[in-house]
């Protein structure tokens, strides 16, 4: 298979691909794999009234061969699959301009290499202009312009008004090049050429497989790559991609390499959990929550979306706490932390130990760090005065150290002045307040409470049944 | 001793001695007048600081040959990682995971087609009340919308078009999107449907280069955002000032996540260098990093727990990394999957992974078993962005054939 030099290759072969040219690999990767004389799709010429189609297959061909080959086992996914790299123009039926793949009769031929999008393709509409005029000058019925070619005609015509002399007869040249060809070839040729511009210029209503994303389109747009002209017009001057301006300066290497030696020393230094432990924390976490996963187990009485009902939603809304809520505060610290029923009962509770200072403090905290910055420093000595000043109403005890630190930070007062505090109140409220709390009687209470509402009809069978 | 061996020992020792001081001067602030760190914010990054830093390291040593020792050095230190990282690999996520039941079929359904954009829907955002939500599209639209009754309730015109992210704010009064215009412009909603909401816009980021996503961390007041000049930052809202810079990633960030821990300070990005980075809000330090993936990495999202991120790349896979293995730990691919992943979310309980691709697709892995449990057919050109709603009941697709697409 001849493949056009300016597609080069770079010495890192994947690395330095841009992300559409990585589909383009895979997918010629299938089309070889299709085209193998051995395993792949039967090509032939089908005798049809008075003339031969040359170089066919059937749809249905097609998809038995992916199913087969690629390892699908749904029908319709190896459609899909097989009308996307149709509309990419790898290969195309011979009677549509509509790039899909039927699973029927319905005859299909490869694309030349020549037309593969990863050619980096990106035709004018001279060229489409030449093509279309070409088409209106041979007498075949079965070439007649669609209703949306003669429309792009009739537009090209009125913006290329000067040009026009210039382009018909660059069709006429072309014209008469292509009535030199063998029939057989020609009828290849130009059914390849129609589907080369299927893709390029879609019918409406069908996706336009060249469009692309603009925050890749920097590295698809390689200007001694890019091919815009089919037919030999004149090529445009290259314009900058709108995403990338010219890259800065590469700041002094050196420095860089530095600061990456000690990136890596630090990810060295880091402790690490075997693989096996790992696996079982996700298993166990995965398994705690289905129940509390609406897509495992239906939420009570109906997931809205499905039901039309919003039932469940007031309820998450409403004060009152449902068994499965509470229960959920059992699991971890944070579960408390995040839900604000589940703060408000753990505050209660810690009032009930004359220690709500700590939960206090830790939420002032949090609301610190979300305060815009004009507010910091203000708000950093409110808490300081309510929490860790000498004879502060609410004092809370912290460890000697944090308390020093947090002393040095006071007087420059940033948004994290208080982490050091607050890490430790953290761990003292998890390891003691916390258990406490769960094993509480209102907690258990709350958990049981809900239970036995929930607990149905009375259990006495009338037995006398004759 | 020879002079030449003297003049080498003598260039160690001065280089020795500059690098101590430049690896002081970047990582203690208290030394250095500025408030952050050397590096870490662009804006303030004072000539005369690089000056001195430059003028130290160059003049311990010869250029090249530093570079080039460095260079190795950095290099063996990274083989050495992927070494110990590789030591506690005893067994694979998936092994452990053939003791638990396979997930049987599911069936999940357009509940919802959100009609009304002009063009490809790039981004979406839930509300935290979980019916609304907010979306941009190329045509510089942002539409908030009750995805329940499937009624838009605002819309706004952005001067630029391609709005690649918007953010819904925490209180679900205000929402954050950029794009092309290289900003991150917050817009509060009000309540008074006639009102111009572009009057009341407010820019808060300024990037050199396009924002690719944006999100508000746990409060209206800060914004967290990415670009593709190769930087994300964390922006106050109200001044419109950078509270911190991460610098890091070799390339163009496409993506962004915040840990969901209630007392994390971290966030988690991925790039077009291949490279997701965890970093340290508060130091700006990248403290975790992985590359694996074989392309730009399009999405990043935490696992519930924290302990964990999925990543979806242009190398059509997904890939499922943990942080206190350190290690990726699950990759999600098929041979029939060629193309890109563009986004990525779990479900509540993180037992499934929902990978929006830019073949039309949805599929959806069980996360532990790493098997493809259901694939979503309904879009009609690429899926760009996939959220699961905030209480997890469903999850929205936006795609390029202008429409969004509620599952569940």
Known sequence: MAQPSSCAQSSNGVADESPNMLVYRKMEDIIARMQDEKNGIPIRTVKSFLSKIPSVFSGSDIVQWMQKNLNIEDQVEALHLGTLMAAHGYFFPISDHVLMLKDDGTFYRFQTPYFWPSNCWEPENTDYAVYLCKRTMQNKARLELADYEAESLARLQRAFARKWEFIFMQAEAQAKVDKKRDKIERKILDSQERAFWDVHRPVPGCVNTTEADIKKSSRMKQPHKTRKSVYGLQNDIRSHSPTHTPAPDAKEPVLLSSLQIQHWQTQLDRHRLKMSKVAESLLSFSEQYIEYDPFFTTPEPSNPWISDDVTSWELEASKEAGQQRVKRWGFCFDEVLKDPVGREQFLRFLESEFSSENLRFWLAVQELKKRPIREVPSRVQEIWDEFLAPGAPSAINVDSRSYDKTTQNIKDPGRYAFQDAQEHIYKLMKSDSYSRFIRSSAYQEMLQAKKKRNKNIPFFVIKNMK | ?408
């Open chain 2, 1 to 408: 001793m020879e002079p030449q061996l003297q003049g080498q020992v003598i260039r160690q020792l001065f280089f020795l001695i500059g690098a101590t001081s430049v690896n002081s001067i970047l990582l203690r602030k208290d030394l250095c007048s500025c408030r952050k760190g050397m590096l870490s914010s662009p804006h303030q990054n004072t000539p005369r600081h690089r000056e001195i830093l430059c003028f130290l390291v160059e003049m311990a040593a010869q250029p090249s040959d530093t570079l080039a020792t460095l260079k190795t050095e950095s290099e063996t230190l990274k083989t050495k990682l992927e070494e110990e990282r590789a030591k506690l690999h005893d067994v694979e996520l998936h092994q452990v995971a053939e003791k638990i039941e396979a997930l049987g079929q599911f069936v999940m359904k357009t509940r919802r087609a959100l009609k009304g954009h002009g063009n490809k829907v790039l981004c979406l955002d839930w509300c935290k009340d979980k019916r609304r939500i907010v979306s941009s599209s190329q045509d510089g639209k942002v539409i908030v919308w009750d995805a329940f009754t499937t009624n838009k309730e605002h819309a706004v015109t952005m001067p630029c078009t391609w709005v690649m992210a918007c953010a819904y704010a925490p209180s679900g009064c205000a929402v954050a999107c950029g794009g092309l215009d290289n900003k991150c412009s917050v817009y509060p909603l009000s309540l008074d449907k006639n009102e111009n909401l572009a009057a009341k816009k407010k820019s808060v980021a300024m990037h050199t280069n396009y924002l690719s996503a944006c999100c508000f961390t746990n409060s209206d007041m800060q914004i967290l955002t990415s670009s593709g000049d190769g930087t994300c930052a964390l922006w106050d809202v109200e001044s419109g000032q950078m509270l911190q810079s991460f610098h890091g990633h070799a390339a163009d960030v496409l993506c962004l996540d915040l840990a969901p821990s209630e007392t994390g300070n971290t966030f988690v990005s991925g790039g077009c260098d291949k490279k997701s980075c965890v970093w340290d809000m508060r130091t700006g330090q990248c403290v975790q990093s992985f590359e694996t993936h074989e392309s730009d990495i399009n999405s990043v999202r935490y696992y519930p727990s924290g302990d964990a991120f999925a990543s979806g790349s242009d190398d059509a896979t997904c890939r499922l990394y943990d942080l206190r293995a350190d290690r990726e730990v699950a990759i999600y691919s098929k041979e029939s999957i060629i193309f890109g992943a563009s986004s990525v979310d779990f479900s509540l309980s993180g037992r499934l992974l929902f990978g929006g691709y830019n073949d039309y697709t949805i599929n959806v892995w069980d996360v532990l078993k790493g098997t493809r449990v259901s694939i979503l057919f309904g879009h009609e050109n690429r899926v760009s962005t996939l959220r699961v709603s905030p209480d997890g009941t469903a999850f929205c697709s936006g795609s390029w054939d202008h429409t969004l697409r509620i599952w569940a």
